[in-house]
Structures are given as C-alpha cells and as structure tokens.
C-alpha cells in the first residue's frame, strides 16, 4: 500500500511530476497551499484590497471560492463572489443556484448581475438573431468579461480573482499562437491590470493542472454541474486539450515546463498603455476607441 508522503494514512493521489504522494487531508492542504505560493509569488493580493471572485456556479470557481475564503480570511481581506447570468435557460439556473448555496453556508456577500440588465438581452436571444461570424463562446468570453467588472465596480472590489487553471492557461496561450493573437498574449499576465481600468485581474489556481482542481472540488463536496453549457463548441480548444493531455500521459510534468515557457515569454510582453483609449460609448479601455463588447451589443441591438 502507498503512504502519503505527510503522514502514515493510505495515500490516494500521485502527483505525477513530482512524485508526492497524498492522502484526502493532504491533498487538499497541498492545493491551498500551492494556491497561497502562487498568490504570493505573483504579488497577486496586497494589504487593505477588497477582492471578488468570479463565480460562475461550475466546479473550478466554487473550488476557488472555498481557497479564497480561507485565504482571505486569514489574512483579512474582504471577499465577494460575483456571478453573470447571461440568460441560458435550462443551463445557468443550477449553476446560479449552487453558487447561491455555497456563499449563503460561507458567509460571503454575492453580487449577480445579468446579461439582461445589463446589456439589454440575454444569450439565448443575442444568439437566436446572431448569424455573423462569430461563435457563441467568443461573443460570451468578451460580453461576460465586461459584465464581471461591472458586478466587480458595484460590489466596490478592486481585484478580480478567476478559475483558470493551468490546462486553460497553457491551452489559451497556444490558441492565441495559433489564431496569430500574439498581441494577446500580454494580457494573459498573472496579475493583470489596463492602466486606465482601476481593476485588476488575477488567475490564483493558475500553477494547478486541472485534474487536481476537478478532484479537489470533488473531494470538498461541490456539485458538478448535471448538464453543459448548450452553446459550447469548442473545436481547436478541444484539439489542442487532447494534444497537450497526450504529451502529459507520455512525459509526466511537460505540462507545467509548458507553463513555465508560457510564462517567461508572456514577462517579455509590456502593454503599452498609449494603446488603450477609452471607448467612445461606455468609456471602458478599448484599442480602436470602440470596446469589443460595445461592438457586439450594438451588433445584437441592431444599430452598428
Ligand atoms: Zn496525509
Ligand atoms: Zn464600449
């Protein structure tokens, strides 16, 4: 029988690349631990900010929830969990509805805000009417990035914690290679913030592959979600998730020097902050003077 490499109970995970081997107690130690190393390797948290958390009701943000509630209660940060409804019916109610019930047991302030109030339509209906060229989750990606600083400006946050994990990360970095995005890649920064914008964004689970992610949130009891999202085709994504998973079954660890990689050229990058200028209709940091997610909803609302 294998034995933690902790203690002396039965041990019944193996991280590979390393070869530690972790009991149920451990292995969730291991994790928040590792989460708190990456929070401050990155200088991700500082004294006094007021952080928020984006919850979208799925295993890894409710996962990140219960990190972040331990964490910033130790080290006294206020914390919120902020949760977009993008009107996906049949989809986005048990999400929001397991979101609900774990803030209401944490005793963390939740902040939901809707597509609808928001931006006038939900998903459902932006997508009914929606034949351009643009797929469903591109459209969601920029309209609920923008709906999350709001939910984050009205709960008076300043730094905004997501659930990437390492898989998406190292998968997001590829795709921008591939899509030619590379000009995107220094907005993938650990700890990143638009000069103008007075949020920024951090990735605390983002050194944790996703199978210890999925098991964590499986051994703290989280609901899985019963169904996927309706509108999810991911095409390249799922090609280069299969591909990368391939190399890590044949070569233990090749995952987290891919991260490494990622990382350094990523440190390369220094987003000028001439390049921003606020949008002409909401006043959001833009590139072109109009913001992605204007263009979009004016698309959706018919006046372009
Ligand atoms: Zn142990
Ligand atoms: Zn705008």
Do not use: W
């Amino acid at each position: 029988m294998e034995i933690c490499s902790k203690c002396s109970s039965p041990s019944f995970y193996t991280r590979r690349y390393s070869g530690e081997k972790f009991c149920e107690v451990h292995f969730k130690e291991s994790v928040i631990s590792k989460v708190s190393r990456t929070i401050s390797k990155y200088g991700m948290l500082k004294y006094g900010e007021r952080v928020g958390v984006a919850v979208s009701g799925g295993k890894d943000s409710l996962s990140l929830l219960l990190i972040m509630e331990k964490l910033c209660r130790k080290k006294g940060l206020e914390l919120t969990a902020l949760t977009v409804d993008e009107g996906i019916e049949g989809y986005r109610d048990e999400a929001i509805s397991n979101a609900t019930s774990i803030t209401k047991k944490l005793g963390i302030r939740h902040v939901v805000v809707s597509y609808r109030e928001l931006f006038g339509f939900t998903l459902d209906k932006a997508l009914r009417q929606d034949d351009r060229d643009v797929s469903s989750c591109s459209f969601c990606g920029v309209m609920r990035r923008r709906a999350i600083d709001e939910a984050a400006l009205r709960a008076g946050v300043n730094v905004v914690a997501t659930a990437h994990n390492l898989d998406d990360f190292v998968q997001t970095f590829l795709m921008n290679l591939l899509h030619g995005d590379v000009e995107r890649l220094g907005f993938m920064s650990p700890s990143y913030k638009d000069g103008a914008f007075p949020l920024r964004r951090i990735k605390p689970m983002m050194e944790l592959y996703e199978e210890e992610t999925a098991l964590f949130a499986y051994l703290s009891g989280i609901p899985f979600q019963s169904v996927s999202c309706p509108y999810m085709h991911e095409g390249l994504r799922s090609e280069v998730r299969d591909f990368l998973n391939q190399l890590e079954a044949k070569h233990p660890g090749m995952k987290y020097v891919l991260f490494n990689s990622c990382m350094e050229v990523i440190s390369h990058f220094n987003i000028s902050k001439e390049k921003s200028k606020p949008c002409k209709f909401c006043g959001m940091p833009s590139s072109s003077g109009i913001c992605g997610t204007c263009r979009m909803a004016r698309l959706v609302r018919g006046g372009v």
